[in-house]
């Protein structure tokens, strides 16, 4: 194992180094962790040999489990920024300068960079790069592990069509692709990012009231789950507004009425809102250091 600044890699042997006409269709997802494998995962699922991809990981252990269970390459920072057409930043946050460094004096003119990163501007990572490489943000979610994904994409100075596009062919199997300018995606983080984890808080929330009403723990969450499905999949494919399905559900002087009362009067939607505004602001924050 190499170090390689703050991340490390597992280096491959000499005869697992395909040659440069072989990189010319490499993806190399740098930083390896739970978004980098899900998105690798998916990759390969769409079709993709795992001869067209390498890894980059902190640990030799995370390597070697990546290496045998999807059977791609796992090289060094350097390596991958020489040989691959594509990098995926999929570091952390507070991770990314060291690995711009590390990568930087490595990556050829028109490779596209592709950064995963919470919170960090393209400006940030084109200052860091050599001059014109292509930069294009991605927001994605964890529902990218079920192939389920909202990932919004956003152009740097000089990313154009052509690297949008191949952009969002790398993320379509994983989920849906939204372009939005790069000023909206704190708040894509804040609406989209961070948006599964509202939902298991209403249905952790849920799942206790029918555990209060006298529900047994598995029955309510079942029931919970499908409820969330069914309602997603009616306003995914029904074209309708949620008002208009919300008020098919409310009866006058019905169950339902009495329920939305209820949120209404302890302030949920406000609270919500507030909330999303919040985690916004906290993106900003981040991105700032």
């Known amino acids: 194992m190499r170090p390689v600044g703050r991340l490390t890699a597992s280096a491959a042997s000499p005869n697992d180094i395909p040659d440069d006409n072989q990189g010319e269709t490499m993806i190399a997802i740098l930083g390896a962790g739970k978004m980098g494998e899900a998105l690798l995962s998916g990759v390969l699922r769409a079709g993709r040999r795992p001869a067209e991809l390498m890894v980059t990981v902190r640990r030799e252990e995370r390597g070697a489990l990546l290496r045998e269970r999807y059977g791609v390459e796992v ?53 860091r790069l050599p001059t014109s490489v292509p930069v294009v943000r991605v927001m994605s979610n964890t529902p990218v592990h079920v192939d389920q994904a909202m990932s919004v994409i956003s152009a740097g100075s000089h990313a154009d069509e052509e690297h949008l596009k191949r952009t969002e062919e790398l993320l379509a199997p994983v989920g849906k692709v939204l372009r939005i300018p790069e000023s909206l995606q704190d708040a894509a983080t804040a609406l989209s990012g961070s948006g599964p984890a509202y939902f298991y808080y209403l249905v952790e929330a849920m799942v206790d009231a029918g555990i209060l009403l006298g529900m047994p723990r598995a029955a309510a969450l079942e029931m919970v789950i499908q409820s969330a499905v069914g309602a997603a999949v009616m306003l995914r494919d029904s074209g309708e507004h949620p008002v208009l399905l919300r008020e098919a559900v409310t009866s006058p002087a019905g169950t339902t009425i009495s329920a939305i009362r209820e949120l209404e009067r302890h302030g949920v939607r406000a609270a919500v809102i507030e909330a999303i505004e919040s985690a916004r602001d906290r993106g900003r924050e981040l991105a700032e250091g």
């Not at 691959?84 to 999929?90: G, K, P, R, V």
């Not at 990314?96 to 950064?115: E, T, Y």
């Open 75 to 127: 090289a060094t920072n350097a390596e991958a920024a020489k040989r691959a057409e594509t990098l995926i930043l999929a570091v952390k946050p507070q991770d990314m300068a060291v690995l711009l460094q590390d990568v930087a004096p490595h990556v050829p003119a028109g490779r596209l960079v592709i950064s995963l990163a919470a919170g960090i501007p393209t400006p940030f990572v084109e200052s």
